[in-house]
Structure formats: C-alpha cells, structure tokens
C-alpha cells in the first residue's frame, strides 16, 4: 500500500478510513469491531519503553565520536519527539568483567578504591537526562570486582559488601552526577539472594535511598515469583518483578504476586526489517499476552565492532566513530509509535488486545482525555525474535471498526501515524504522519494491510526528525597511532580499543621522568565474579576485523615480577562471551626473560618459543610483522623470530594484553593494516 494512495479514501460516510489492501476486494476483507471504553476504570498503569546500555560495552564506540554526530544519535535516541525518545535507560554497573561485548570498568577496582569517572554510562546517563529530564534510570550489574567475593565467584557470600558497593555506585551517581537512580537490579540472569534483597533494601533507606525501587530478578518469571508469594518480606522490598525474553508470555504465580511485571531485557534482534517485526510485535503484545507495562531493548545503540557477539543487535547503528557514519535503523521509528504518544503514567485501557484476523492493538490514556491507539500486524516470519522460539501464526488483511466510549465518545479527530515495513519490495515506509482519521458517532474504521503499526491519537506533538545524512561509512583507518598522551582525557579508556577481558585506562606514570609518563595500564588484577567465560589473559582489541596483513608495534611495560608478561597480537579473531576460543598470531615477551608465539590467546598452540632478554620494570618495543602465511617479531627494532609459519591466511583486529591479570603498561600503539 503506497503512502500516497492512503491520501484519501473515504467510504461508508466518513467512518471508514484507508482504502483495502491491494489485491483484496473490500467485501471480501474479515471484519472486526473493537470498543474502547474508560467507564470501569483504567487497567495496568504505562511504566514506559527503555533500552540498555551495556551487557556489555554496547555504547563503546560512541564516546568516540566527533560533534555533531555524537550529538545526532544522542537526539534520535533521547531526544522526546524527535526519534525514539525512550522513557528509559538501563545502564550496566560495570565489574570489570566480560558481559557479552566487552568489559565495562568498576567504580572500585580494589576495596580501597573509588572512581566514579570510569567508563562512559555515567556520561551516557547524563546525556540522556538532559534532553528528557524526566527519563527513569536503571542500573544493574553483570560482574563484580573479585574483592566483593573474597575469592569466591559469588557475590552473595557478603551480602552486606555487595549492598555497600551497590549502594555506593548510586551516591556517587548524586553526589559526583547529579544523576537520580530509579531503579535498582540484583545481578543480571544469575541467581537471586533473599538475604541479600531484603539487605539491600535496608542498606538504600539507611542513606536516604528510599526512592530507589528493587527489579528482581532480571532473569525468568520463576523462581522469583513463587519465592515473593512465599516470602511476604521480600514481597515487601521486590516493586518490579523483571523477566528476559518472555515471549510476551507471563506465569500465574507472577500475576499473583500483584506487582508491576516487566519485560527488563527484550529484543537483542539483528536491527534490519525483521528486527523491526520483532519488535512492533512485543511492544505491543507483552502488554496484551503478558501484563508487562514496561520494555526495555538490549541494546540501545550498537556501538561495538559488528563482528563481536550479536553484531547490530541494537536500536540504531554507530560503529564507525572514525568517519562518523551512523544509521538509524528502523527499529527507532517503531519504538516512536508508542514512545512519542504516551508516558510513564500513563494508564492502559482494559481491552483484550487481539486483533481478530492477528496482530494486536494497545490503548493508553493519560486521564485528561487523551487517547493513543497503536495496532499492529506483524506476520510470523517477519517478526522473529532471536529468543525465545516463535509458535506459528498467521496474519490477514482486515478492516477494524473502533468504538469510542466513556470519556473518549467526544473525540472527533485522531492524528495518524503509519509504519509499513517492506520485505518483498525491500521499501519500508516508516513513521509516517498520514491525513487524520475522523471519527463518527464515536467510531472509525481502518484496513489493515499485514506488516504494518499504525498509532492513532489525541496528540499533535508527534515528529520524524530529518537531521542531515550523516557522513558516508569508511574501514578503520589502515595506519593508526596512538601515544596516549592526554593529560585531562575526557574517559578512562583510549579510543577504539574495545576490552575483552580486563580493563585498560590511561595512566599518569609518575614516576617515569621519560618519555612515558602517559601510557595505556591494565589494571585488573585478580579474577572478577564472572559473569560469561572470561579469558585467563587480558586483551584489549581494535582495528577492522577484516586486516589480514599488518604490522603492530607497542611499547610495553611488565610490571610483575618473575611470572608476569604481556603481548601484541594481529588476526584477532574472537571477543565477547567467545573471548577464551580467541585465536590469531600473539607474540609475547615474559618477565623470566623468554618469548612466545602462539596461534591463540590461551597460549597452549605454540609456534615459537626462545629467550628474549625482556626484564620486568623495563620499557621495550615490541613489533609483529604479519604477511601472508608467516610472520616475524622485533625486539627494540632488532629482529628476534621470523619466518614463522601462520598455517591458514585469517583475518582479524590487532590487540595487546596481559598474560594474566596483572598490572601492565602500553605505550606508542601503531598499526599499520591492509
């Protein structure tokens, strides 16, 4: 159906809108009639529509942009009216472990520590507060600094650390940030602990944090509902009960319980049409099928090289800081049919939600006689969500006749807004504002085409926003320097290098009266609490995942003694929740004064091996040459090994490392790629 032929086709007076779908006679079409009526009262209050910021480093490439692009994909995120103008952001509360794309940084490293300039979500957060002050905010952690377990991988052993740590991430948030937390998770898709719950809870009203509400258990429906009936204090501190993936489908014991059910992670589905389908149709149908009435996209932006785990699994695209190229993929536009045209709030009208030939309808009201209307028809196939599996339904062309009742019978005109996503034709119109819809004696009708989300509404605020193209995409520059010399660095990490296990930052060597005095350190030094499969080494890549040839020199420093040792790497071929299956051509140098080269991160494929002279607490350059089939290392700019044999031709990033969680330094970073 083109947009221009739904410019105008009146039937039956005025109360018929939309011509039939082409190809379908209008006798023909399945008929259904709706009522909408706020005479016995709303249903479930609106808790808003958000996404998350990492799970992990999702937002990594982002800070790095340039003005005004960085500025651009803020607004079409944030910004109300304007894009997908979310009513909340989710954000990780790094622990510097691996959490699907990377690791985010910890506010305390190590027990004496504290640092509330880590990373990039608390700029992330403030961004987002200042073009809608009135967004919710949620953290939640994935990892924990090993000094939260006292060397055991659980964070639960003592709960009053861990409510001290959590606890002390929301003060710094005021205190340094200004920024108000709304909502407070427990740990994201492990177990719960009561103790540690009802500890929390108890630790929050101790600093004046009785505004914060607890999400539990960011997980499944079950065990959590069933222990909250159990448990009436914990029934009494838990105020959201958040579930993953839920296939728009609740539990009894969930609805029992009486408390706001959410979607708290959702999506996590390839940005292109289908990711569109998937998520029009769980907007709308976790609501209807689920009772949810909140959910929250993983991810919001995706802003991570696309050949990590769940590549472009995000709302818009931006992973090109270096050319400033972004892409505002369609899934915005669909979060815009309900996010531009309700608010936290709001209320959803009891209605049963199913559309009679498929699809779904949500109706919210805001109580001063304003009305949204969003309807959707997504079709099996173009509306597959990457979990859970979808059951078989199907969708056909329909006419829709809505009956206005209760307060909402005065209501003489709607302004419609239209998205129809294209998968034969590869057209996809999105978020277009059509002719309003006249409604008389309290009725409309529509014909609904498959595949399209239309909203309908009392609001006239509703705006696509045109910003200028961004500029065209470019690969990673093939020559890349970096000497980390920035006295005042706007973040704690270099720019482009995306950790993967461990967490590099910039370093003030102050001891160093020489030419390092700013360097690039690994500062994780024991195991976190783990929350994928973290590599025993640390790695920190960067670059474009498709180099094949390349030369990568650093400077690098061992600052533990006897066992410790860094490396420098090329063809990287793996990060993420894969990091520990990591392969590619890793030159290391020991402190014991020995060298390795190896056809993979865990060390255990070795290609070489020879004494070096390396000492620990000494500054040397590394080089690796990769050509072909083989590569050679330089020490200082002396040759060490060569021709060594790299079996198959891969391609990959370049990274640096450590060979265990240790202190280290890097220094002048140059690559050189094809």
């Given at each position: 159906?083109?947009?221009?032929?739904?410019?105008?086709?009146?039937?039956?007076?005025?109360?018929?809108?939309?011509?039939?779908?082409?190809?379908?006679?209008?006798a023909?079409?399945?008929?259904?009639t709706?009522?909408?009526?706020?005479?016995?009262?709303?249903?479930?209050?609106?808790?808003?529509?958000?996404a998350?910021?990492?799970?992990?480093?999702?937002?990594?490439?982002?800070?790095?942009y340039?003005?005004?692009?960085?500025s651009?994909?803020?607004?079409?995120?944030?910004k109300?009216?304007?894009?997908?103008?979310?009513?909340?952001?989710?954000?990780e509360?790094?622990?510097?472990?691996?959490?699907?794309?990377?690791?985010?940084?910890?506010?305390?490293?190590y027990?004496?520590?504290?640092?509330?300039f880590?990373?990039?979500?608390?700029?992330?957060?403030k961004?987002?507060?200042?073009?809608?002050?009135?967004i919710?905010?949620?953290?939640?952690?994935?990892?924990?600094?090993?000094?939260?377990?006292?060397?055991?991988?659980?964070?639960?052993?003592?709960?009053?650390?861990?409510?001290?740590?959590?606890?002390?991430?929301i003060?710094?948030?005021?205190?340094?940030?200004?920024?108000?937390?709304?909502?407070?998770?427990?740990?994201?898709?492990?177990?719960?602990?009561s103790?540690?719950?009802?500890?929390?809870?108890?630790?929050?009203?101790?600093?004046?944090?009785?505004?914060?509400?607890?999400?539990?258990s960011?997980?499944?429906?079950?065990?959590i509902?069933?222990?909250?009936?159990?448990?009436?204090?914990?029934?009494?501190v838990?105020d959201?009960i958040?579930?993953?993936?839920?296939?728009?489908?609740?539990?009894p014991?969930?609805?029992?319980t009486?408390?706001?059910?959410?979607?708290?992670?959702?999506?996590?589905t390839?940005?292109?049409?289908?990711?569109?389908?998937?998520?029009?149709?769980?907007?709308n149908?976790n609501?209807?099928?689920?009772?949810?009435?909140?959910?929250?996209?993983?991810?919001?932006?995706?802003?991570?090289?696309?050949?990590?785990?769940?590549g472009?699994?995000?709302?818009m695209?931006?992973?090109?800081p270096?050319?400033?190229?972004?892409?505002?993929?369609?899934?915005?536009?669909?979060?815009?049919?309900?996010?531009?045209?309700?608010?936290?709030?709001?209320?959803?009208?009891?209605?049963?939600?199913?559309?009679?030939?498929?699809?779904?309808?949500?109706?919210?009201?805001?109580?001063?006689?304003?009305?949204t209307?969003?309807?959707?028809?997504?079709?099996?196939?173009?509306?597959?969500?990457?979990?859970?599996?979808?059951?078989?339904?199907?969708?056909?062309?329909?006419?829709?006749?809505?009956?206005?009742?209760?307060?909402?019978?005065?209501?003489?005109?709607?302004?419609?807004w239209?998205?129809?996503?294209?998968?034969?034709?590869g057209?996809?119109?999105?978020?277009?504002?059509?002719?309003?819809?006249?409604?008389?004696?309290?009725?409309?009708?529509l014909?609904?085409?498959v595949?399209?989300?239309y909203t309908?509404?009392?609001?006239?605020?509703?705006q696509?926003?045109?910003?200028p193209?961004p500029?065209?995409?470019?690969?990673?520059?093939?020559?890349?320097?970096?000497?980390?010399n920035i006295?005042?660095?706007?973040?704690s990490e270099?720019?482009?290098?995306?950790?993967?296990?461990?967490v590099?930052e910039?370093?003030i060597?102050?001891?160093?009266?020489?030419?390092?005095?700013?360097?690039?350190?690994?500062?994780?030094?024991q195991?976190?609490?783990?929350?994928?499969?973290?590599?025993?080494q640390t790695?920190?890549v960067?670059?474009?995942?498709?180099?094949?040839?390349?030369?990568?020199?650093?400077?690098?420093?061992?600052?533990?003694?006897?066992?410790?040792?860094?490396?420098?790497a090329?063809?990287?071929d793996?990060?993420?929740?894969?990091?520990?299956?990591?392969?590619?051509?890793?030159?290391?140098?020991?402190?014991?004064?020995t060298?390795?080269?190896?056809?993979?991160?865990?060390?255990?494929?070795?290609l070489?091996?020879?004494?070096?002279?390396?000492?620990?607490?000494?500054?040397?350059?590394?080089t690796?040459n990769i050509?072909?089939?083989?590569?050679?290392?330089?020490?200082?700019?002396?040759?060490?090994?060569e021709?060594?044999?790299?079996?198959?031709?891969?391609?990959?990033?370049?990274?640096i490392?450590t060979?265990?969680?240790?202190?280290?330094?890097?220094?002048?970073?140059?690559?050189?790629?094809s």
């Amino acid at each position: 159906m083109r947009c221009a032929a739904l410019l105008w086709g009146w039937l039956l007076l005025g109360c018929s809108w939309g011509p039939a779908p082409p190809g379908v006679s209008a006798a023909a079409l399945l008929t259904a009639t709706y009522v909408l009526d706020d005479a016995s009262g709303p249903g479930r209050q609106f808790d808003g529509i958000g996404a998350v910021s990492g799970g992990g480093a999702t937002s990594r490439l982002l800070v790095t942009y340039q003005e005004p692009y960085r500025s651009q994909i803020l607004d079409y995120l944030f910004k109300p009216s304007f894009g997908a103008s979310l009513h909340i952001l989710k954000v990780e509360i790094g622990g510097d472990g691996q959490s699907t794309d990377g690791t985010e940084p910890s506010h305390m490293h190590y027990e004496n520590d504290e640092n509330y300039f880590r990373g990039y979500e608390w700029w992330l957060m403030k961004e987002a507060k200042k073009r809608n002050p009135k967004i919710k905010l949620i953290g939640l952690p994935w990892t924990f600094p090993a000094w939260i377990g006292k060397g055991e991988n659980w964070p639960y052993d003592y709960p009053d650390v861990t409510a001290y740590y959590i606890v002390s991430w929301i003060l710094g948030a005021k205190q340094y940030h200004d920024l108000d937390i709304d909502y407070i998770g427990i740990w994201n898709e492990r177990a719960f602990s009561s103790k540690y719950i009802k500890l929390l809870r108890y630790t929050l009203d101790k600093h004046g944090l009785q505004q914060v509400r607890i999400i539990a258990s960011d997980r499944l429906w079950e065990p959590i509902s069933f222990v909250l009936l159990l448990d009436s204090e914990l029934h009494g501190v838990v105020d959201v009960i958040g579930a993953h993936y839920p296939g728009t489908k609740t539990v009894p014991n969930a609805l029992l319980t009486k408390k706001k059910l959410w979607s708290s992670e959702d999506y996590s589905t390839f940005n292109d049409e289908v990711g569109a389908g998937c998520w029009a149709r769980i907007l709308n149908q976790n609501y209807v099928n689920g009772n949810m009435t909140s959910t929250i996209a993983w991810n919001l932006v995706a802003s991570y090289y696309e050949e990590l785990p769940f590549g472009r699994c995000g709302l818009m695209t931006a992973q090109e800081p270096w050319s400033g190229h972004y892409k505002v993929e369609a899934p915005i536009w669909i979060t815009a049919h309900t996010t531009q045209f309700t608010q936290p709030g709001w209320s959803y009208l009891q209605v049963d939600g199913h559309l009679e030939g498929g699809g779904s309808f949500v109706a919210l009201t805001d109580g001063l006689g304003n009305l949204t209307i969003i309807i959707e028809t997504m079709t099996h196939n173009h509306s597959q969500c990457i979990r859970p599996p979808l059951p078989h339904f199907s969708v056909t062309p329909q006419r829709a006749t809505f009956y206005l009742k209760g307060s909402f019978y005065m209501v003489e005109t709607l302004q419609v807004w239209h998205s129809r996503l294209g998968f034969e034709s590869g057209n996809s119109s999105l978020f277009q504002q059509l002719h309003p819809v006249k409604v008389w004696k309290g009725s409309f009708s529509l014909d609904l085409n498959v595949d399209e989300v239309y909203t309908l509404t009392t609001l006239k605020t509703g705006q696509k926003c045109g910003c200028p193209e961004p500029p065209p995409p470019q690969p990673f520059p093939s020559n890349y320097k970096d000497d980390f010399n920035i006295r005042n660095p706007p973040f704690s990490e270099a720019p482009n290098f995306a950790d993967q296990t461990g967490v590099f930052e910039y370093f003030i060597n102050a001891s160093d009266p020489g030419d390092h005095v700013f360097t690039l350190r690994q500062v994780v030094v024991q195991r976190p609490i783990t929350w994928a499969s973290d590599a025993d080494q640390t790695i920190s890549v960067i670059g474009n995942f498709q180099w094949v040839n390349m030369t990568v020199t650093c400077d690098i420093y061992i600052e533990k003694q006897r066992d410790g040792g860094v490396f420098v790497a090329g063809r990287v071929d793996n990060g993420g929740i894969y990091v520990r299956r990591t392969k590619g051509v890793f030159f290391w140098v020991f402190a014991d004064g020995t060298y390795r080269v190896t056809g993979d991160l865990a060390g255990e494929e070795i290609l070489m091996k020879g004494l070096s002279g390396v000492r620990d607490n000494a500054w040397h350059t590394l080089t690796l040459n990769i050509q072909g089939t083989s590569a050679s290392g330089l020490l200082n700019g002396y040759p060490l090994w060569e021709n060594v044999t790299v079996s198959k031709l891969s391609n990959g990033w370049a990274a640096i490392g450590t060979r265990s969680f240790e202190f280290a330094q890097f220094d002048n970073f140059h690559i050189e790629a094809s």
